[in-house]
C-alpha cells in the first residue's frame, strides 16, 4: 500500500447474463419484482452504503435495455457501466477489473463483487463484511453455516438418487459481495480459469484462506422461477 493512501472500496457488479435458469424468456436482472427491474432493488441498496466510491455495472456488450431498466439511478455519479461482459461470470468480473484499473483504481483498493441476482442485499450486510474485513490480509465473504443434511447424488435428472450423507460441519454456503483487493482478485482470476462459479474460489486456489463473514438467510440469489415469486414477496413488504 502507497503510504498516506487508505484503500478504498468499490462494488463490481457482473451483469451481462442471458438468466436460462430463470425461464424469464430473457435477462432476469431485468425482470419486474415488486414494481422494479431486480437489478434496481440490487444497485439501490449499493449505493445507499456510503463507504463504496463507486459500483460499476459489468454489462454485454449489446446490452441496450439497462439505462432504461434503472431509471433516475442511472444519473448517481457512484453509478458507473462498462459494456465488456463475457460468456462466463469470471470473464465479466475480469473486464470490470480492468475497466476499474483504467478507471484509476488502485491495486491496493478493495472491490466487492456482488450478484445482481441477490436483490434483497441490505447495506448493513455490505457494510458487516467491510468492517471485518477492511484491515484483512486477504479479504473474505459474506456466507452462512449450512444448517441443512447435504445428500449426495448417484444420478441426474427425475432418476436422481442419493449415494451418500455428507458432513455438513465445518460447511458455510458462500454469497456476497465478496471483498478482495483488485491486486489480488485481478491475477487470481487469471490464473483460475473461466469456469469458477465465486471470487473466492479463485483467491484459494492461490493458498489464501478468505474470511468467512456471517451474511443472512434473505441474501438469497434468485436464479429459479419460483426465487421470483419469494423475492416479490419479501420485497412487496419493504
Known amino acids: 500500500m502507497l503510504i498516506g493512501m487508505s484503500p478504498c472500496c468499490h462494488a463490481l457488479v457482473p451483469c451481462a447474463g442471458v438468466g436460462q435458469r430463470a425461464g424469464a424468456g430473457a435477462p432476469k436482472q431485468y425482470r419486474a419484482i415488486a414494481g422494479e427491474a431486480m437489478v434496481v ?62 478507471q484509476g483504481v488502485m491495486p491496493h483498493d478493495w472491490v466487492l463483487v456482488h450478484d445482481a441476482a441477490r436483490c434483497l442485499v441490505e447495506p448493513a450486510w455490505v457494510d458487516r463484511l467491510i468492517d471485518a474485513c477492511r484491515d484483512d490480509e486477504v479479504g473474505g ?23 451418500a ?35 473466492s474460489s479463485a483467491i484459494e486456489a492461490l493458498g489464501h484462506d478468505p474470511r468467512l463473514v456471517r451474511g443472512d438467510l434473505l441474501n438469497l440469489k434468485v436464479t429459479w422461477p419460483e426465487d421470483f415469486a419469494l423475492a416479490e414477496r419479501l420485497l412487496g413488504t419493504v
Not at 142 to 158: F, I, W, Y
Not at 165 to 186: H, I
Open 41 to 102: 432493488h440490487t444497485l439501490r441498496a449499493l449505493l445507499q452504503v456510503e463507504r463504496l466510491a463507486s459500483v460499476l455495472v459489468v454489462l454485454s456488450p449489446d446490452d441496450t435495455a439497462f439505462e432504461a431498466a434503472v431509471g433516475e439511478l442511472v444519473h448517481d455519479p457512484r453509478l458507473r457501466v462498462a459494456r465488456c461482459g463475457g460468456a462466463s461470470r469470471a470473464e465479466s468480473v475480469a473486464g470490470g477489473l480492468q475497466a476499474l484499473l483504467e
Open 141 to 163: 465473504l459474506l456466507a452462512l453455516p449450512v444448517a441443512d443434511t447435504l445428500k449426495q447424488q448417484v444420478a441426474q435428472g427425475p432418476d436422481a438418487r442419493v449415494a
Open 165 to 199: 450423507t455428507v458432513d455438513r460441519a465445518g460447511k458455510w454456503a458462500a454469497q456476497t459481495p465478496q471483498m478482495f483487493r483488485l491486486g489480488l482478485l485481478q491475477p487470481a482470476l487469471r490464473q483460475a480459469g473461466e469456469h469458477l462459479t465465486d471470487e
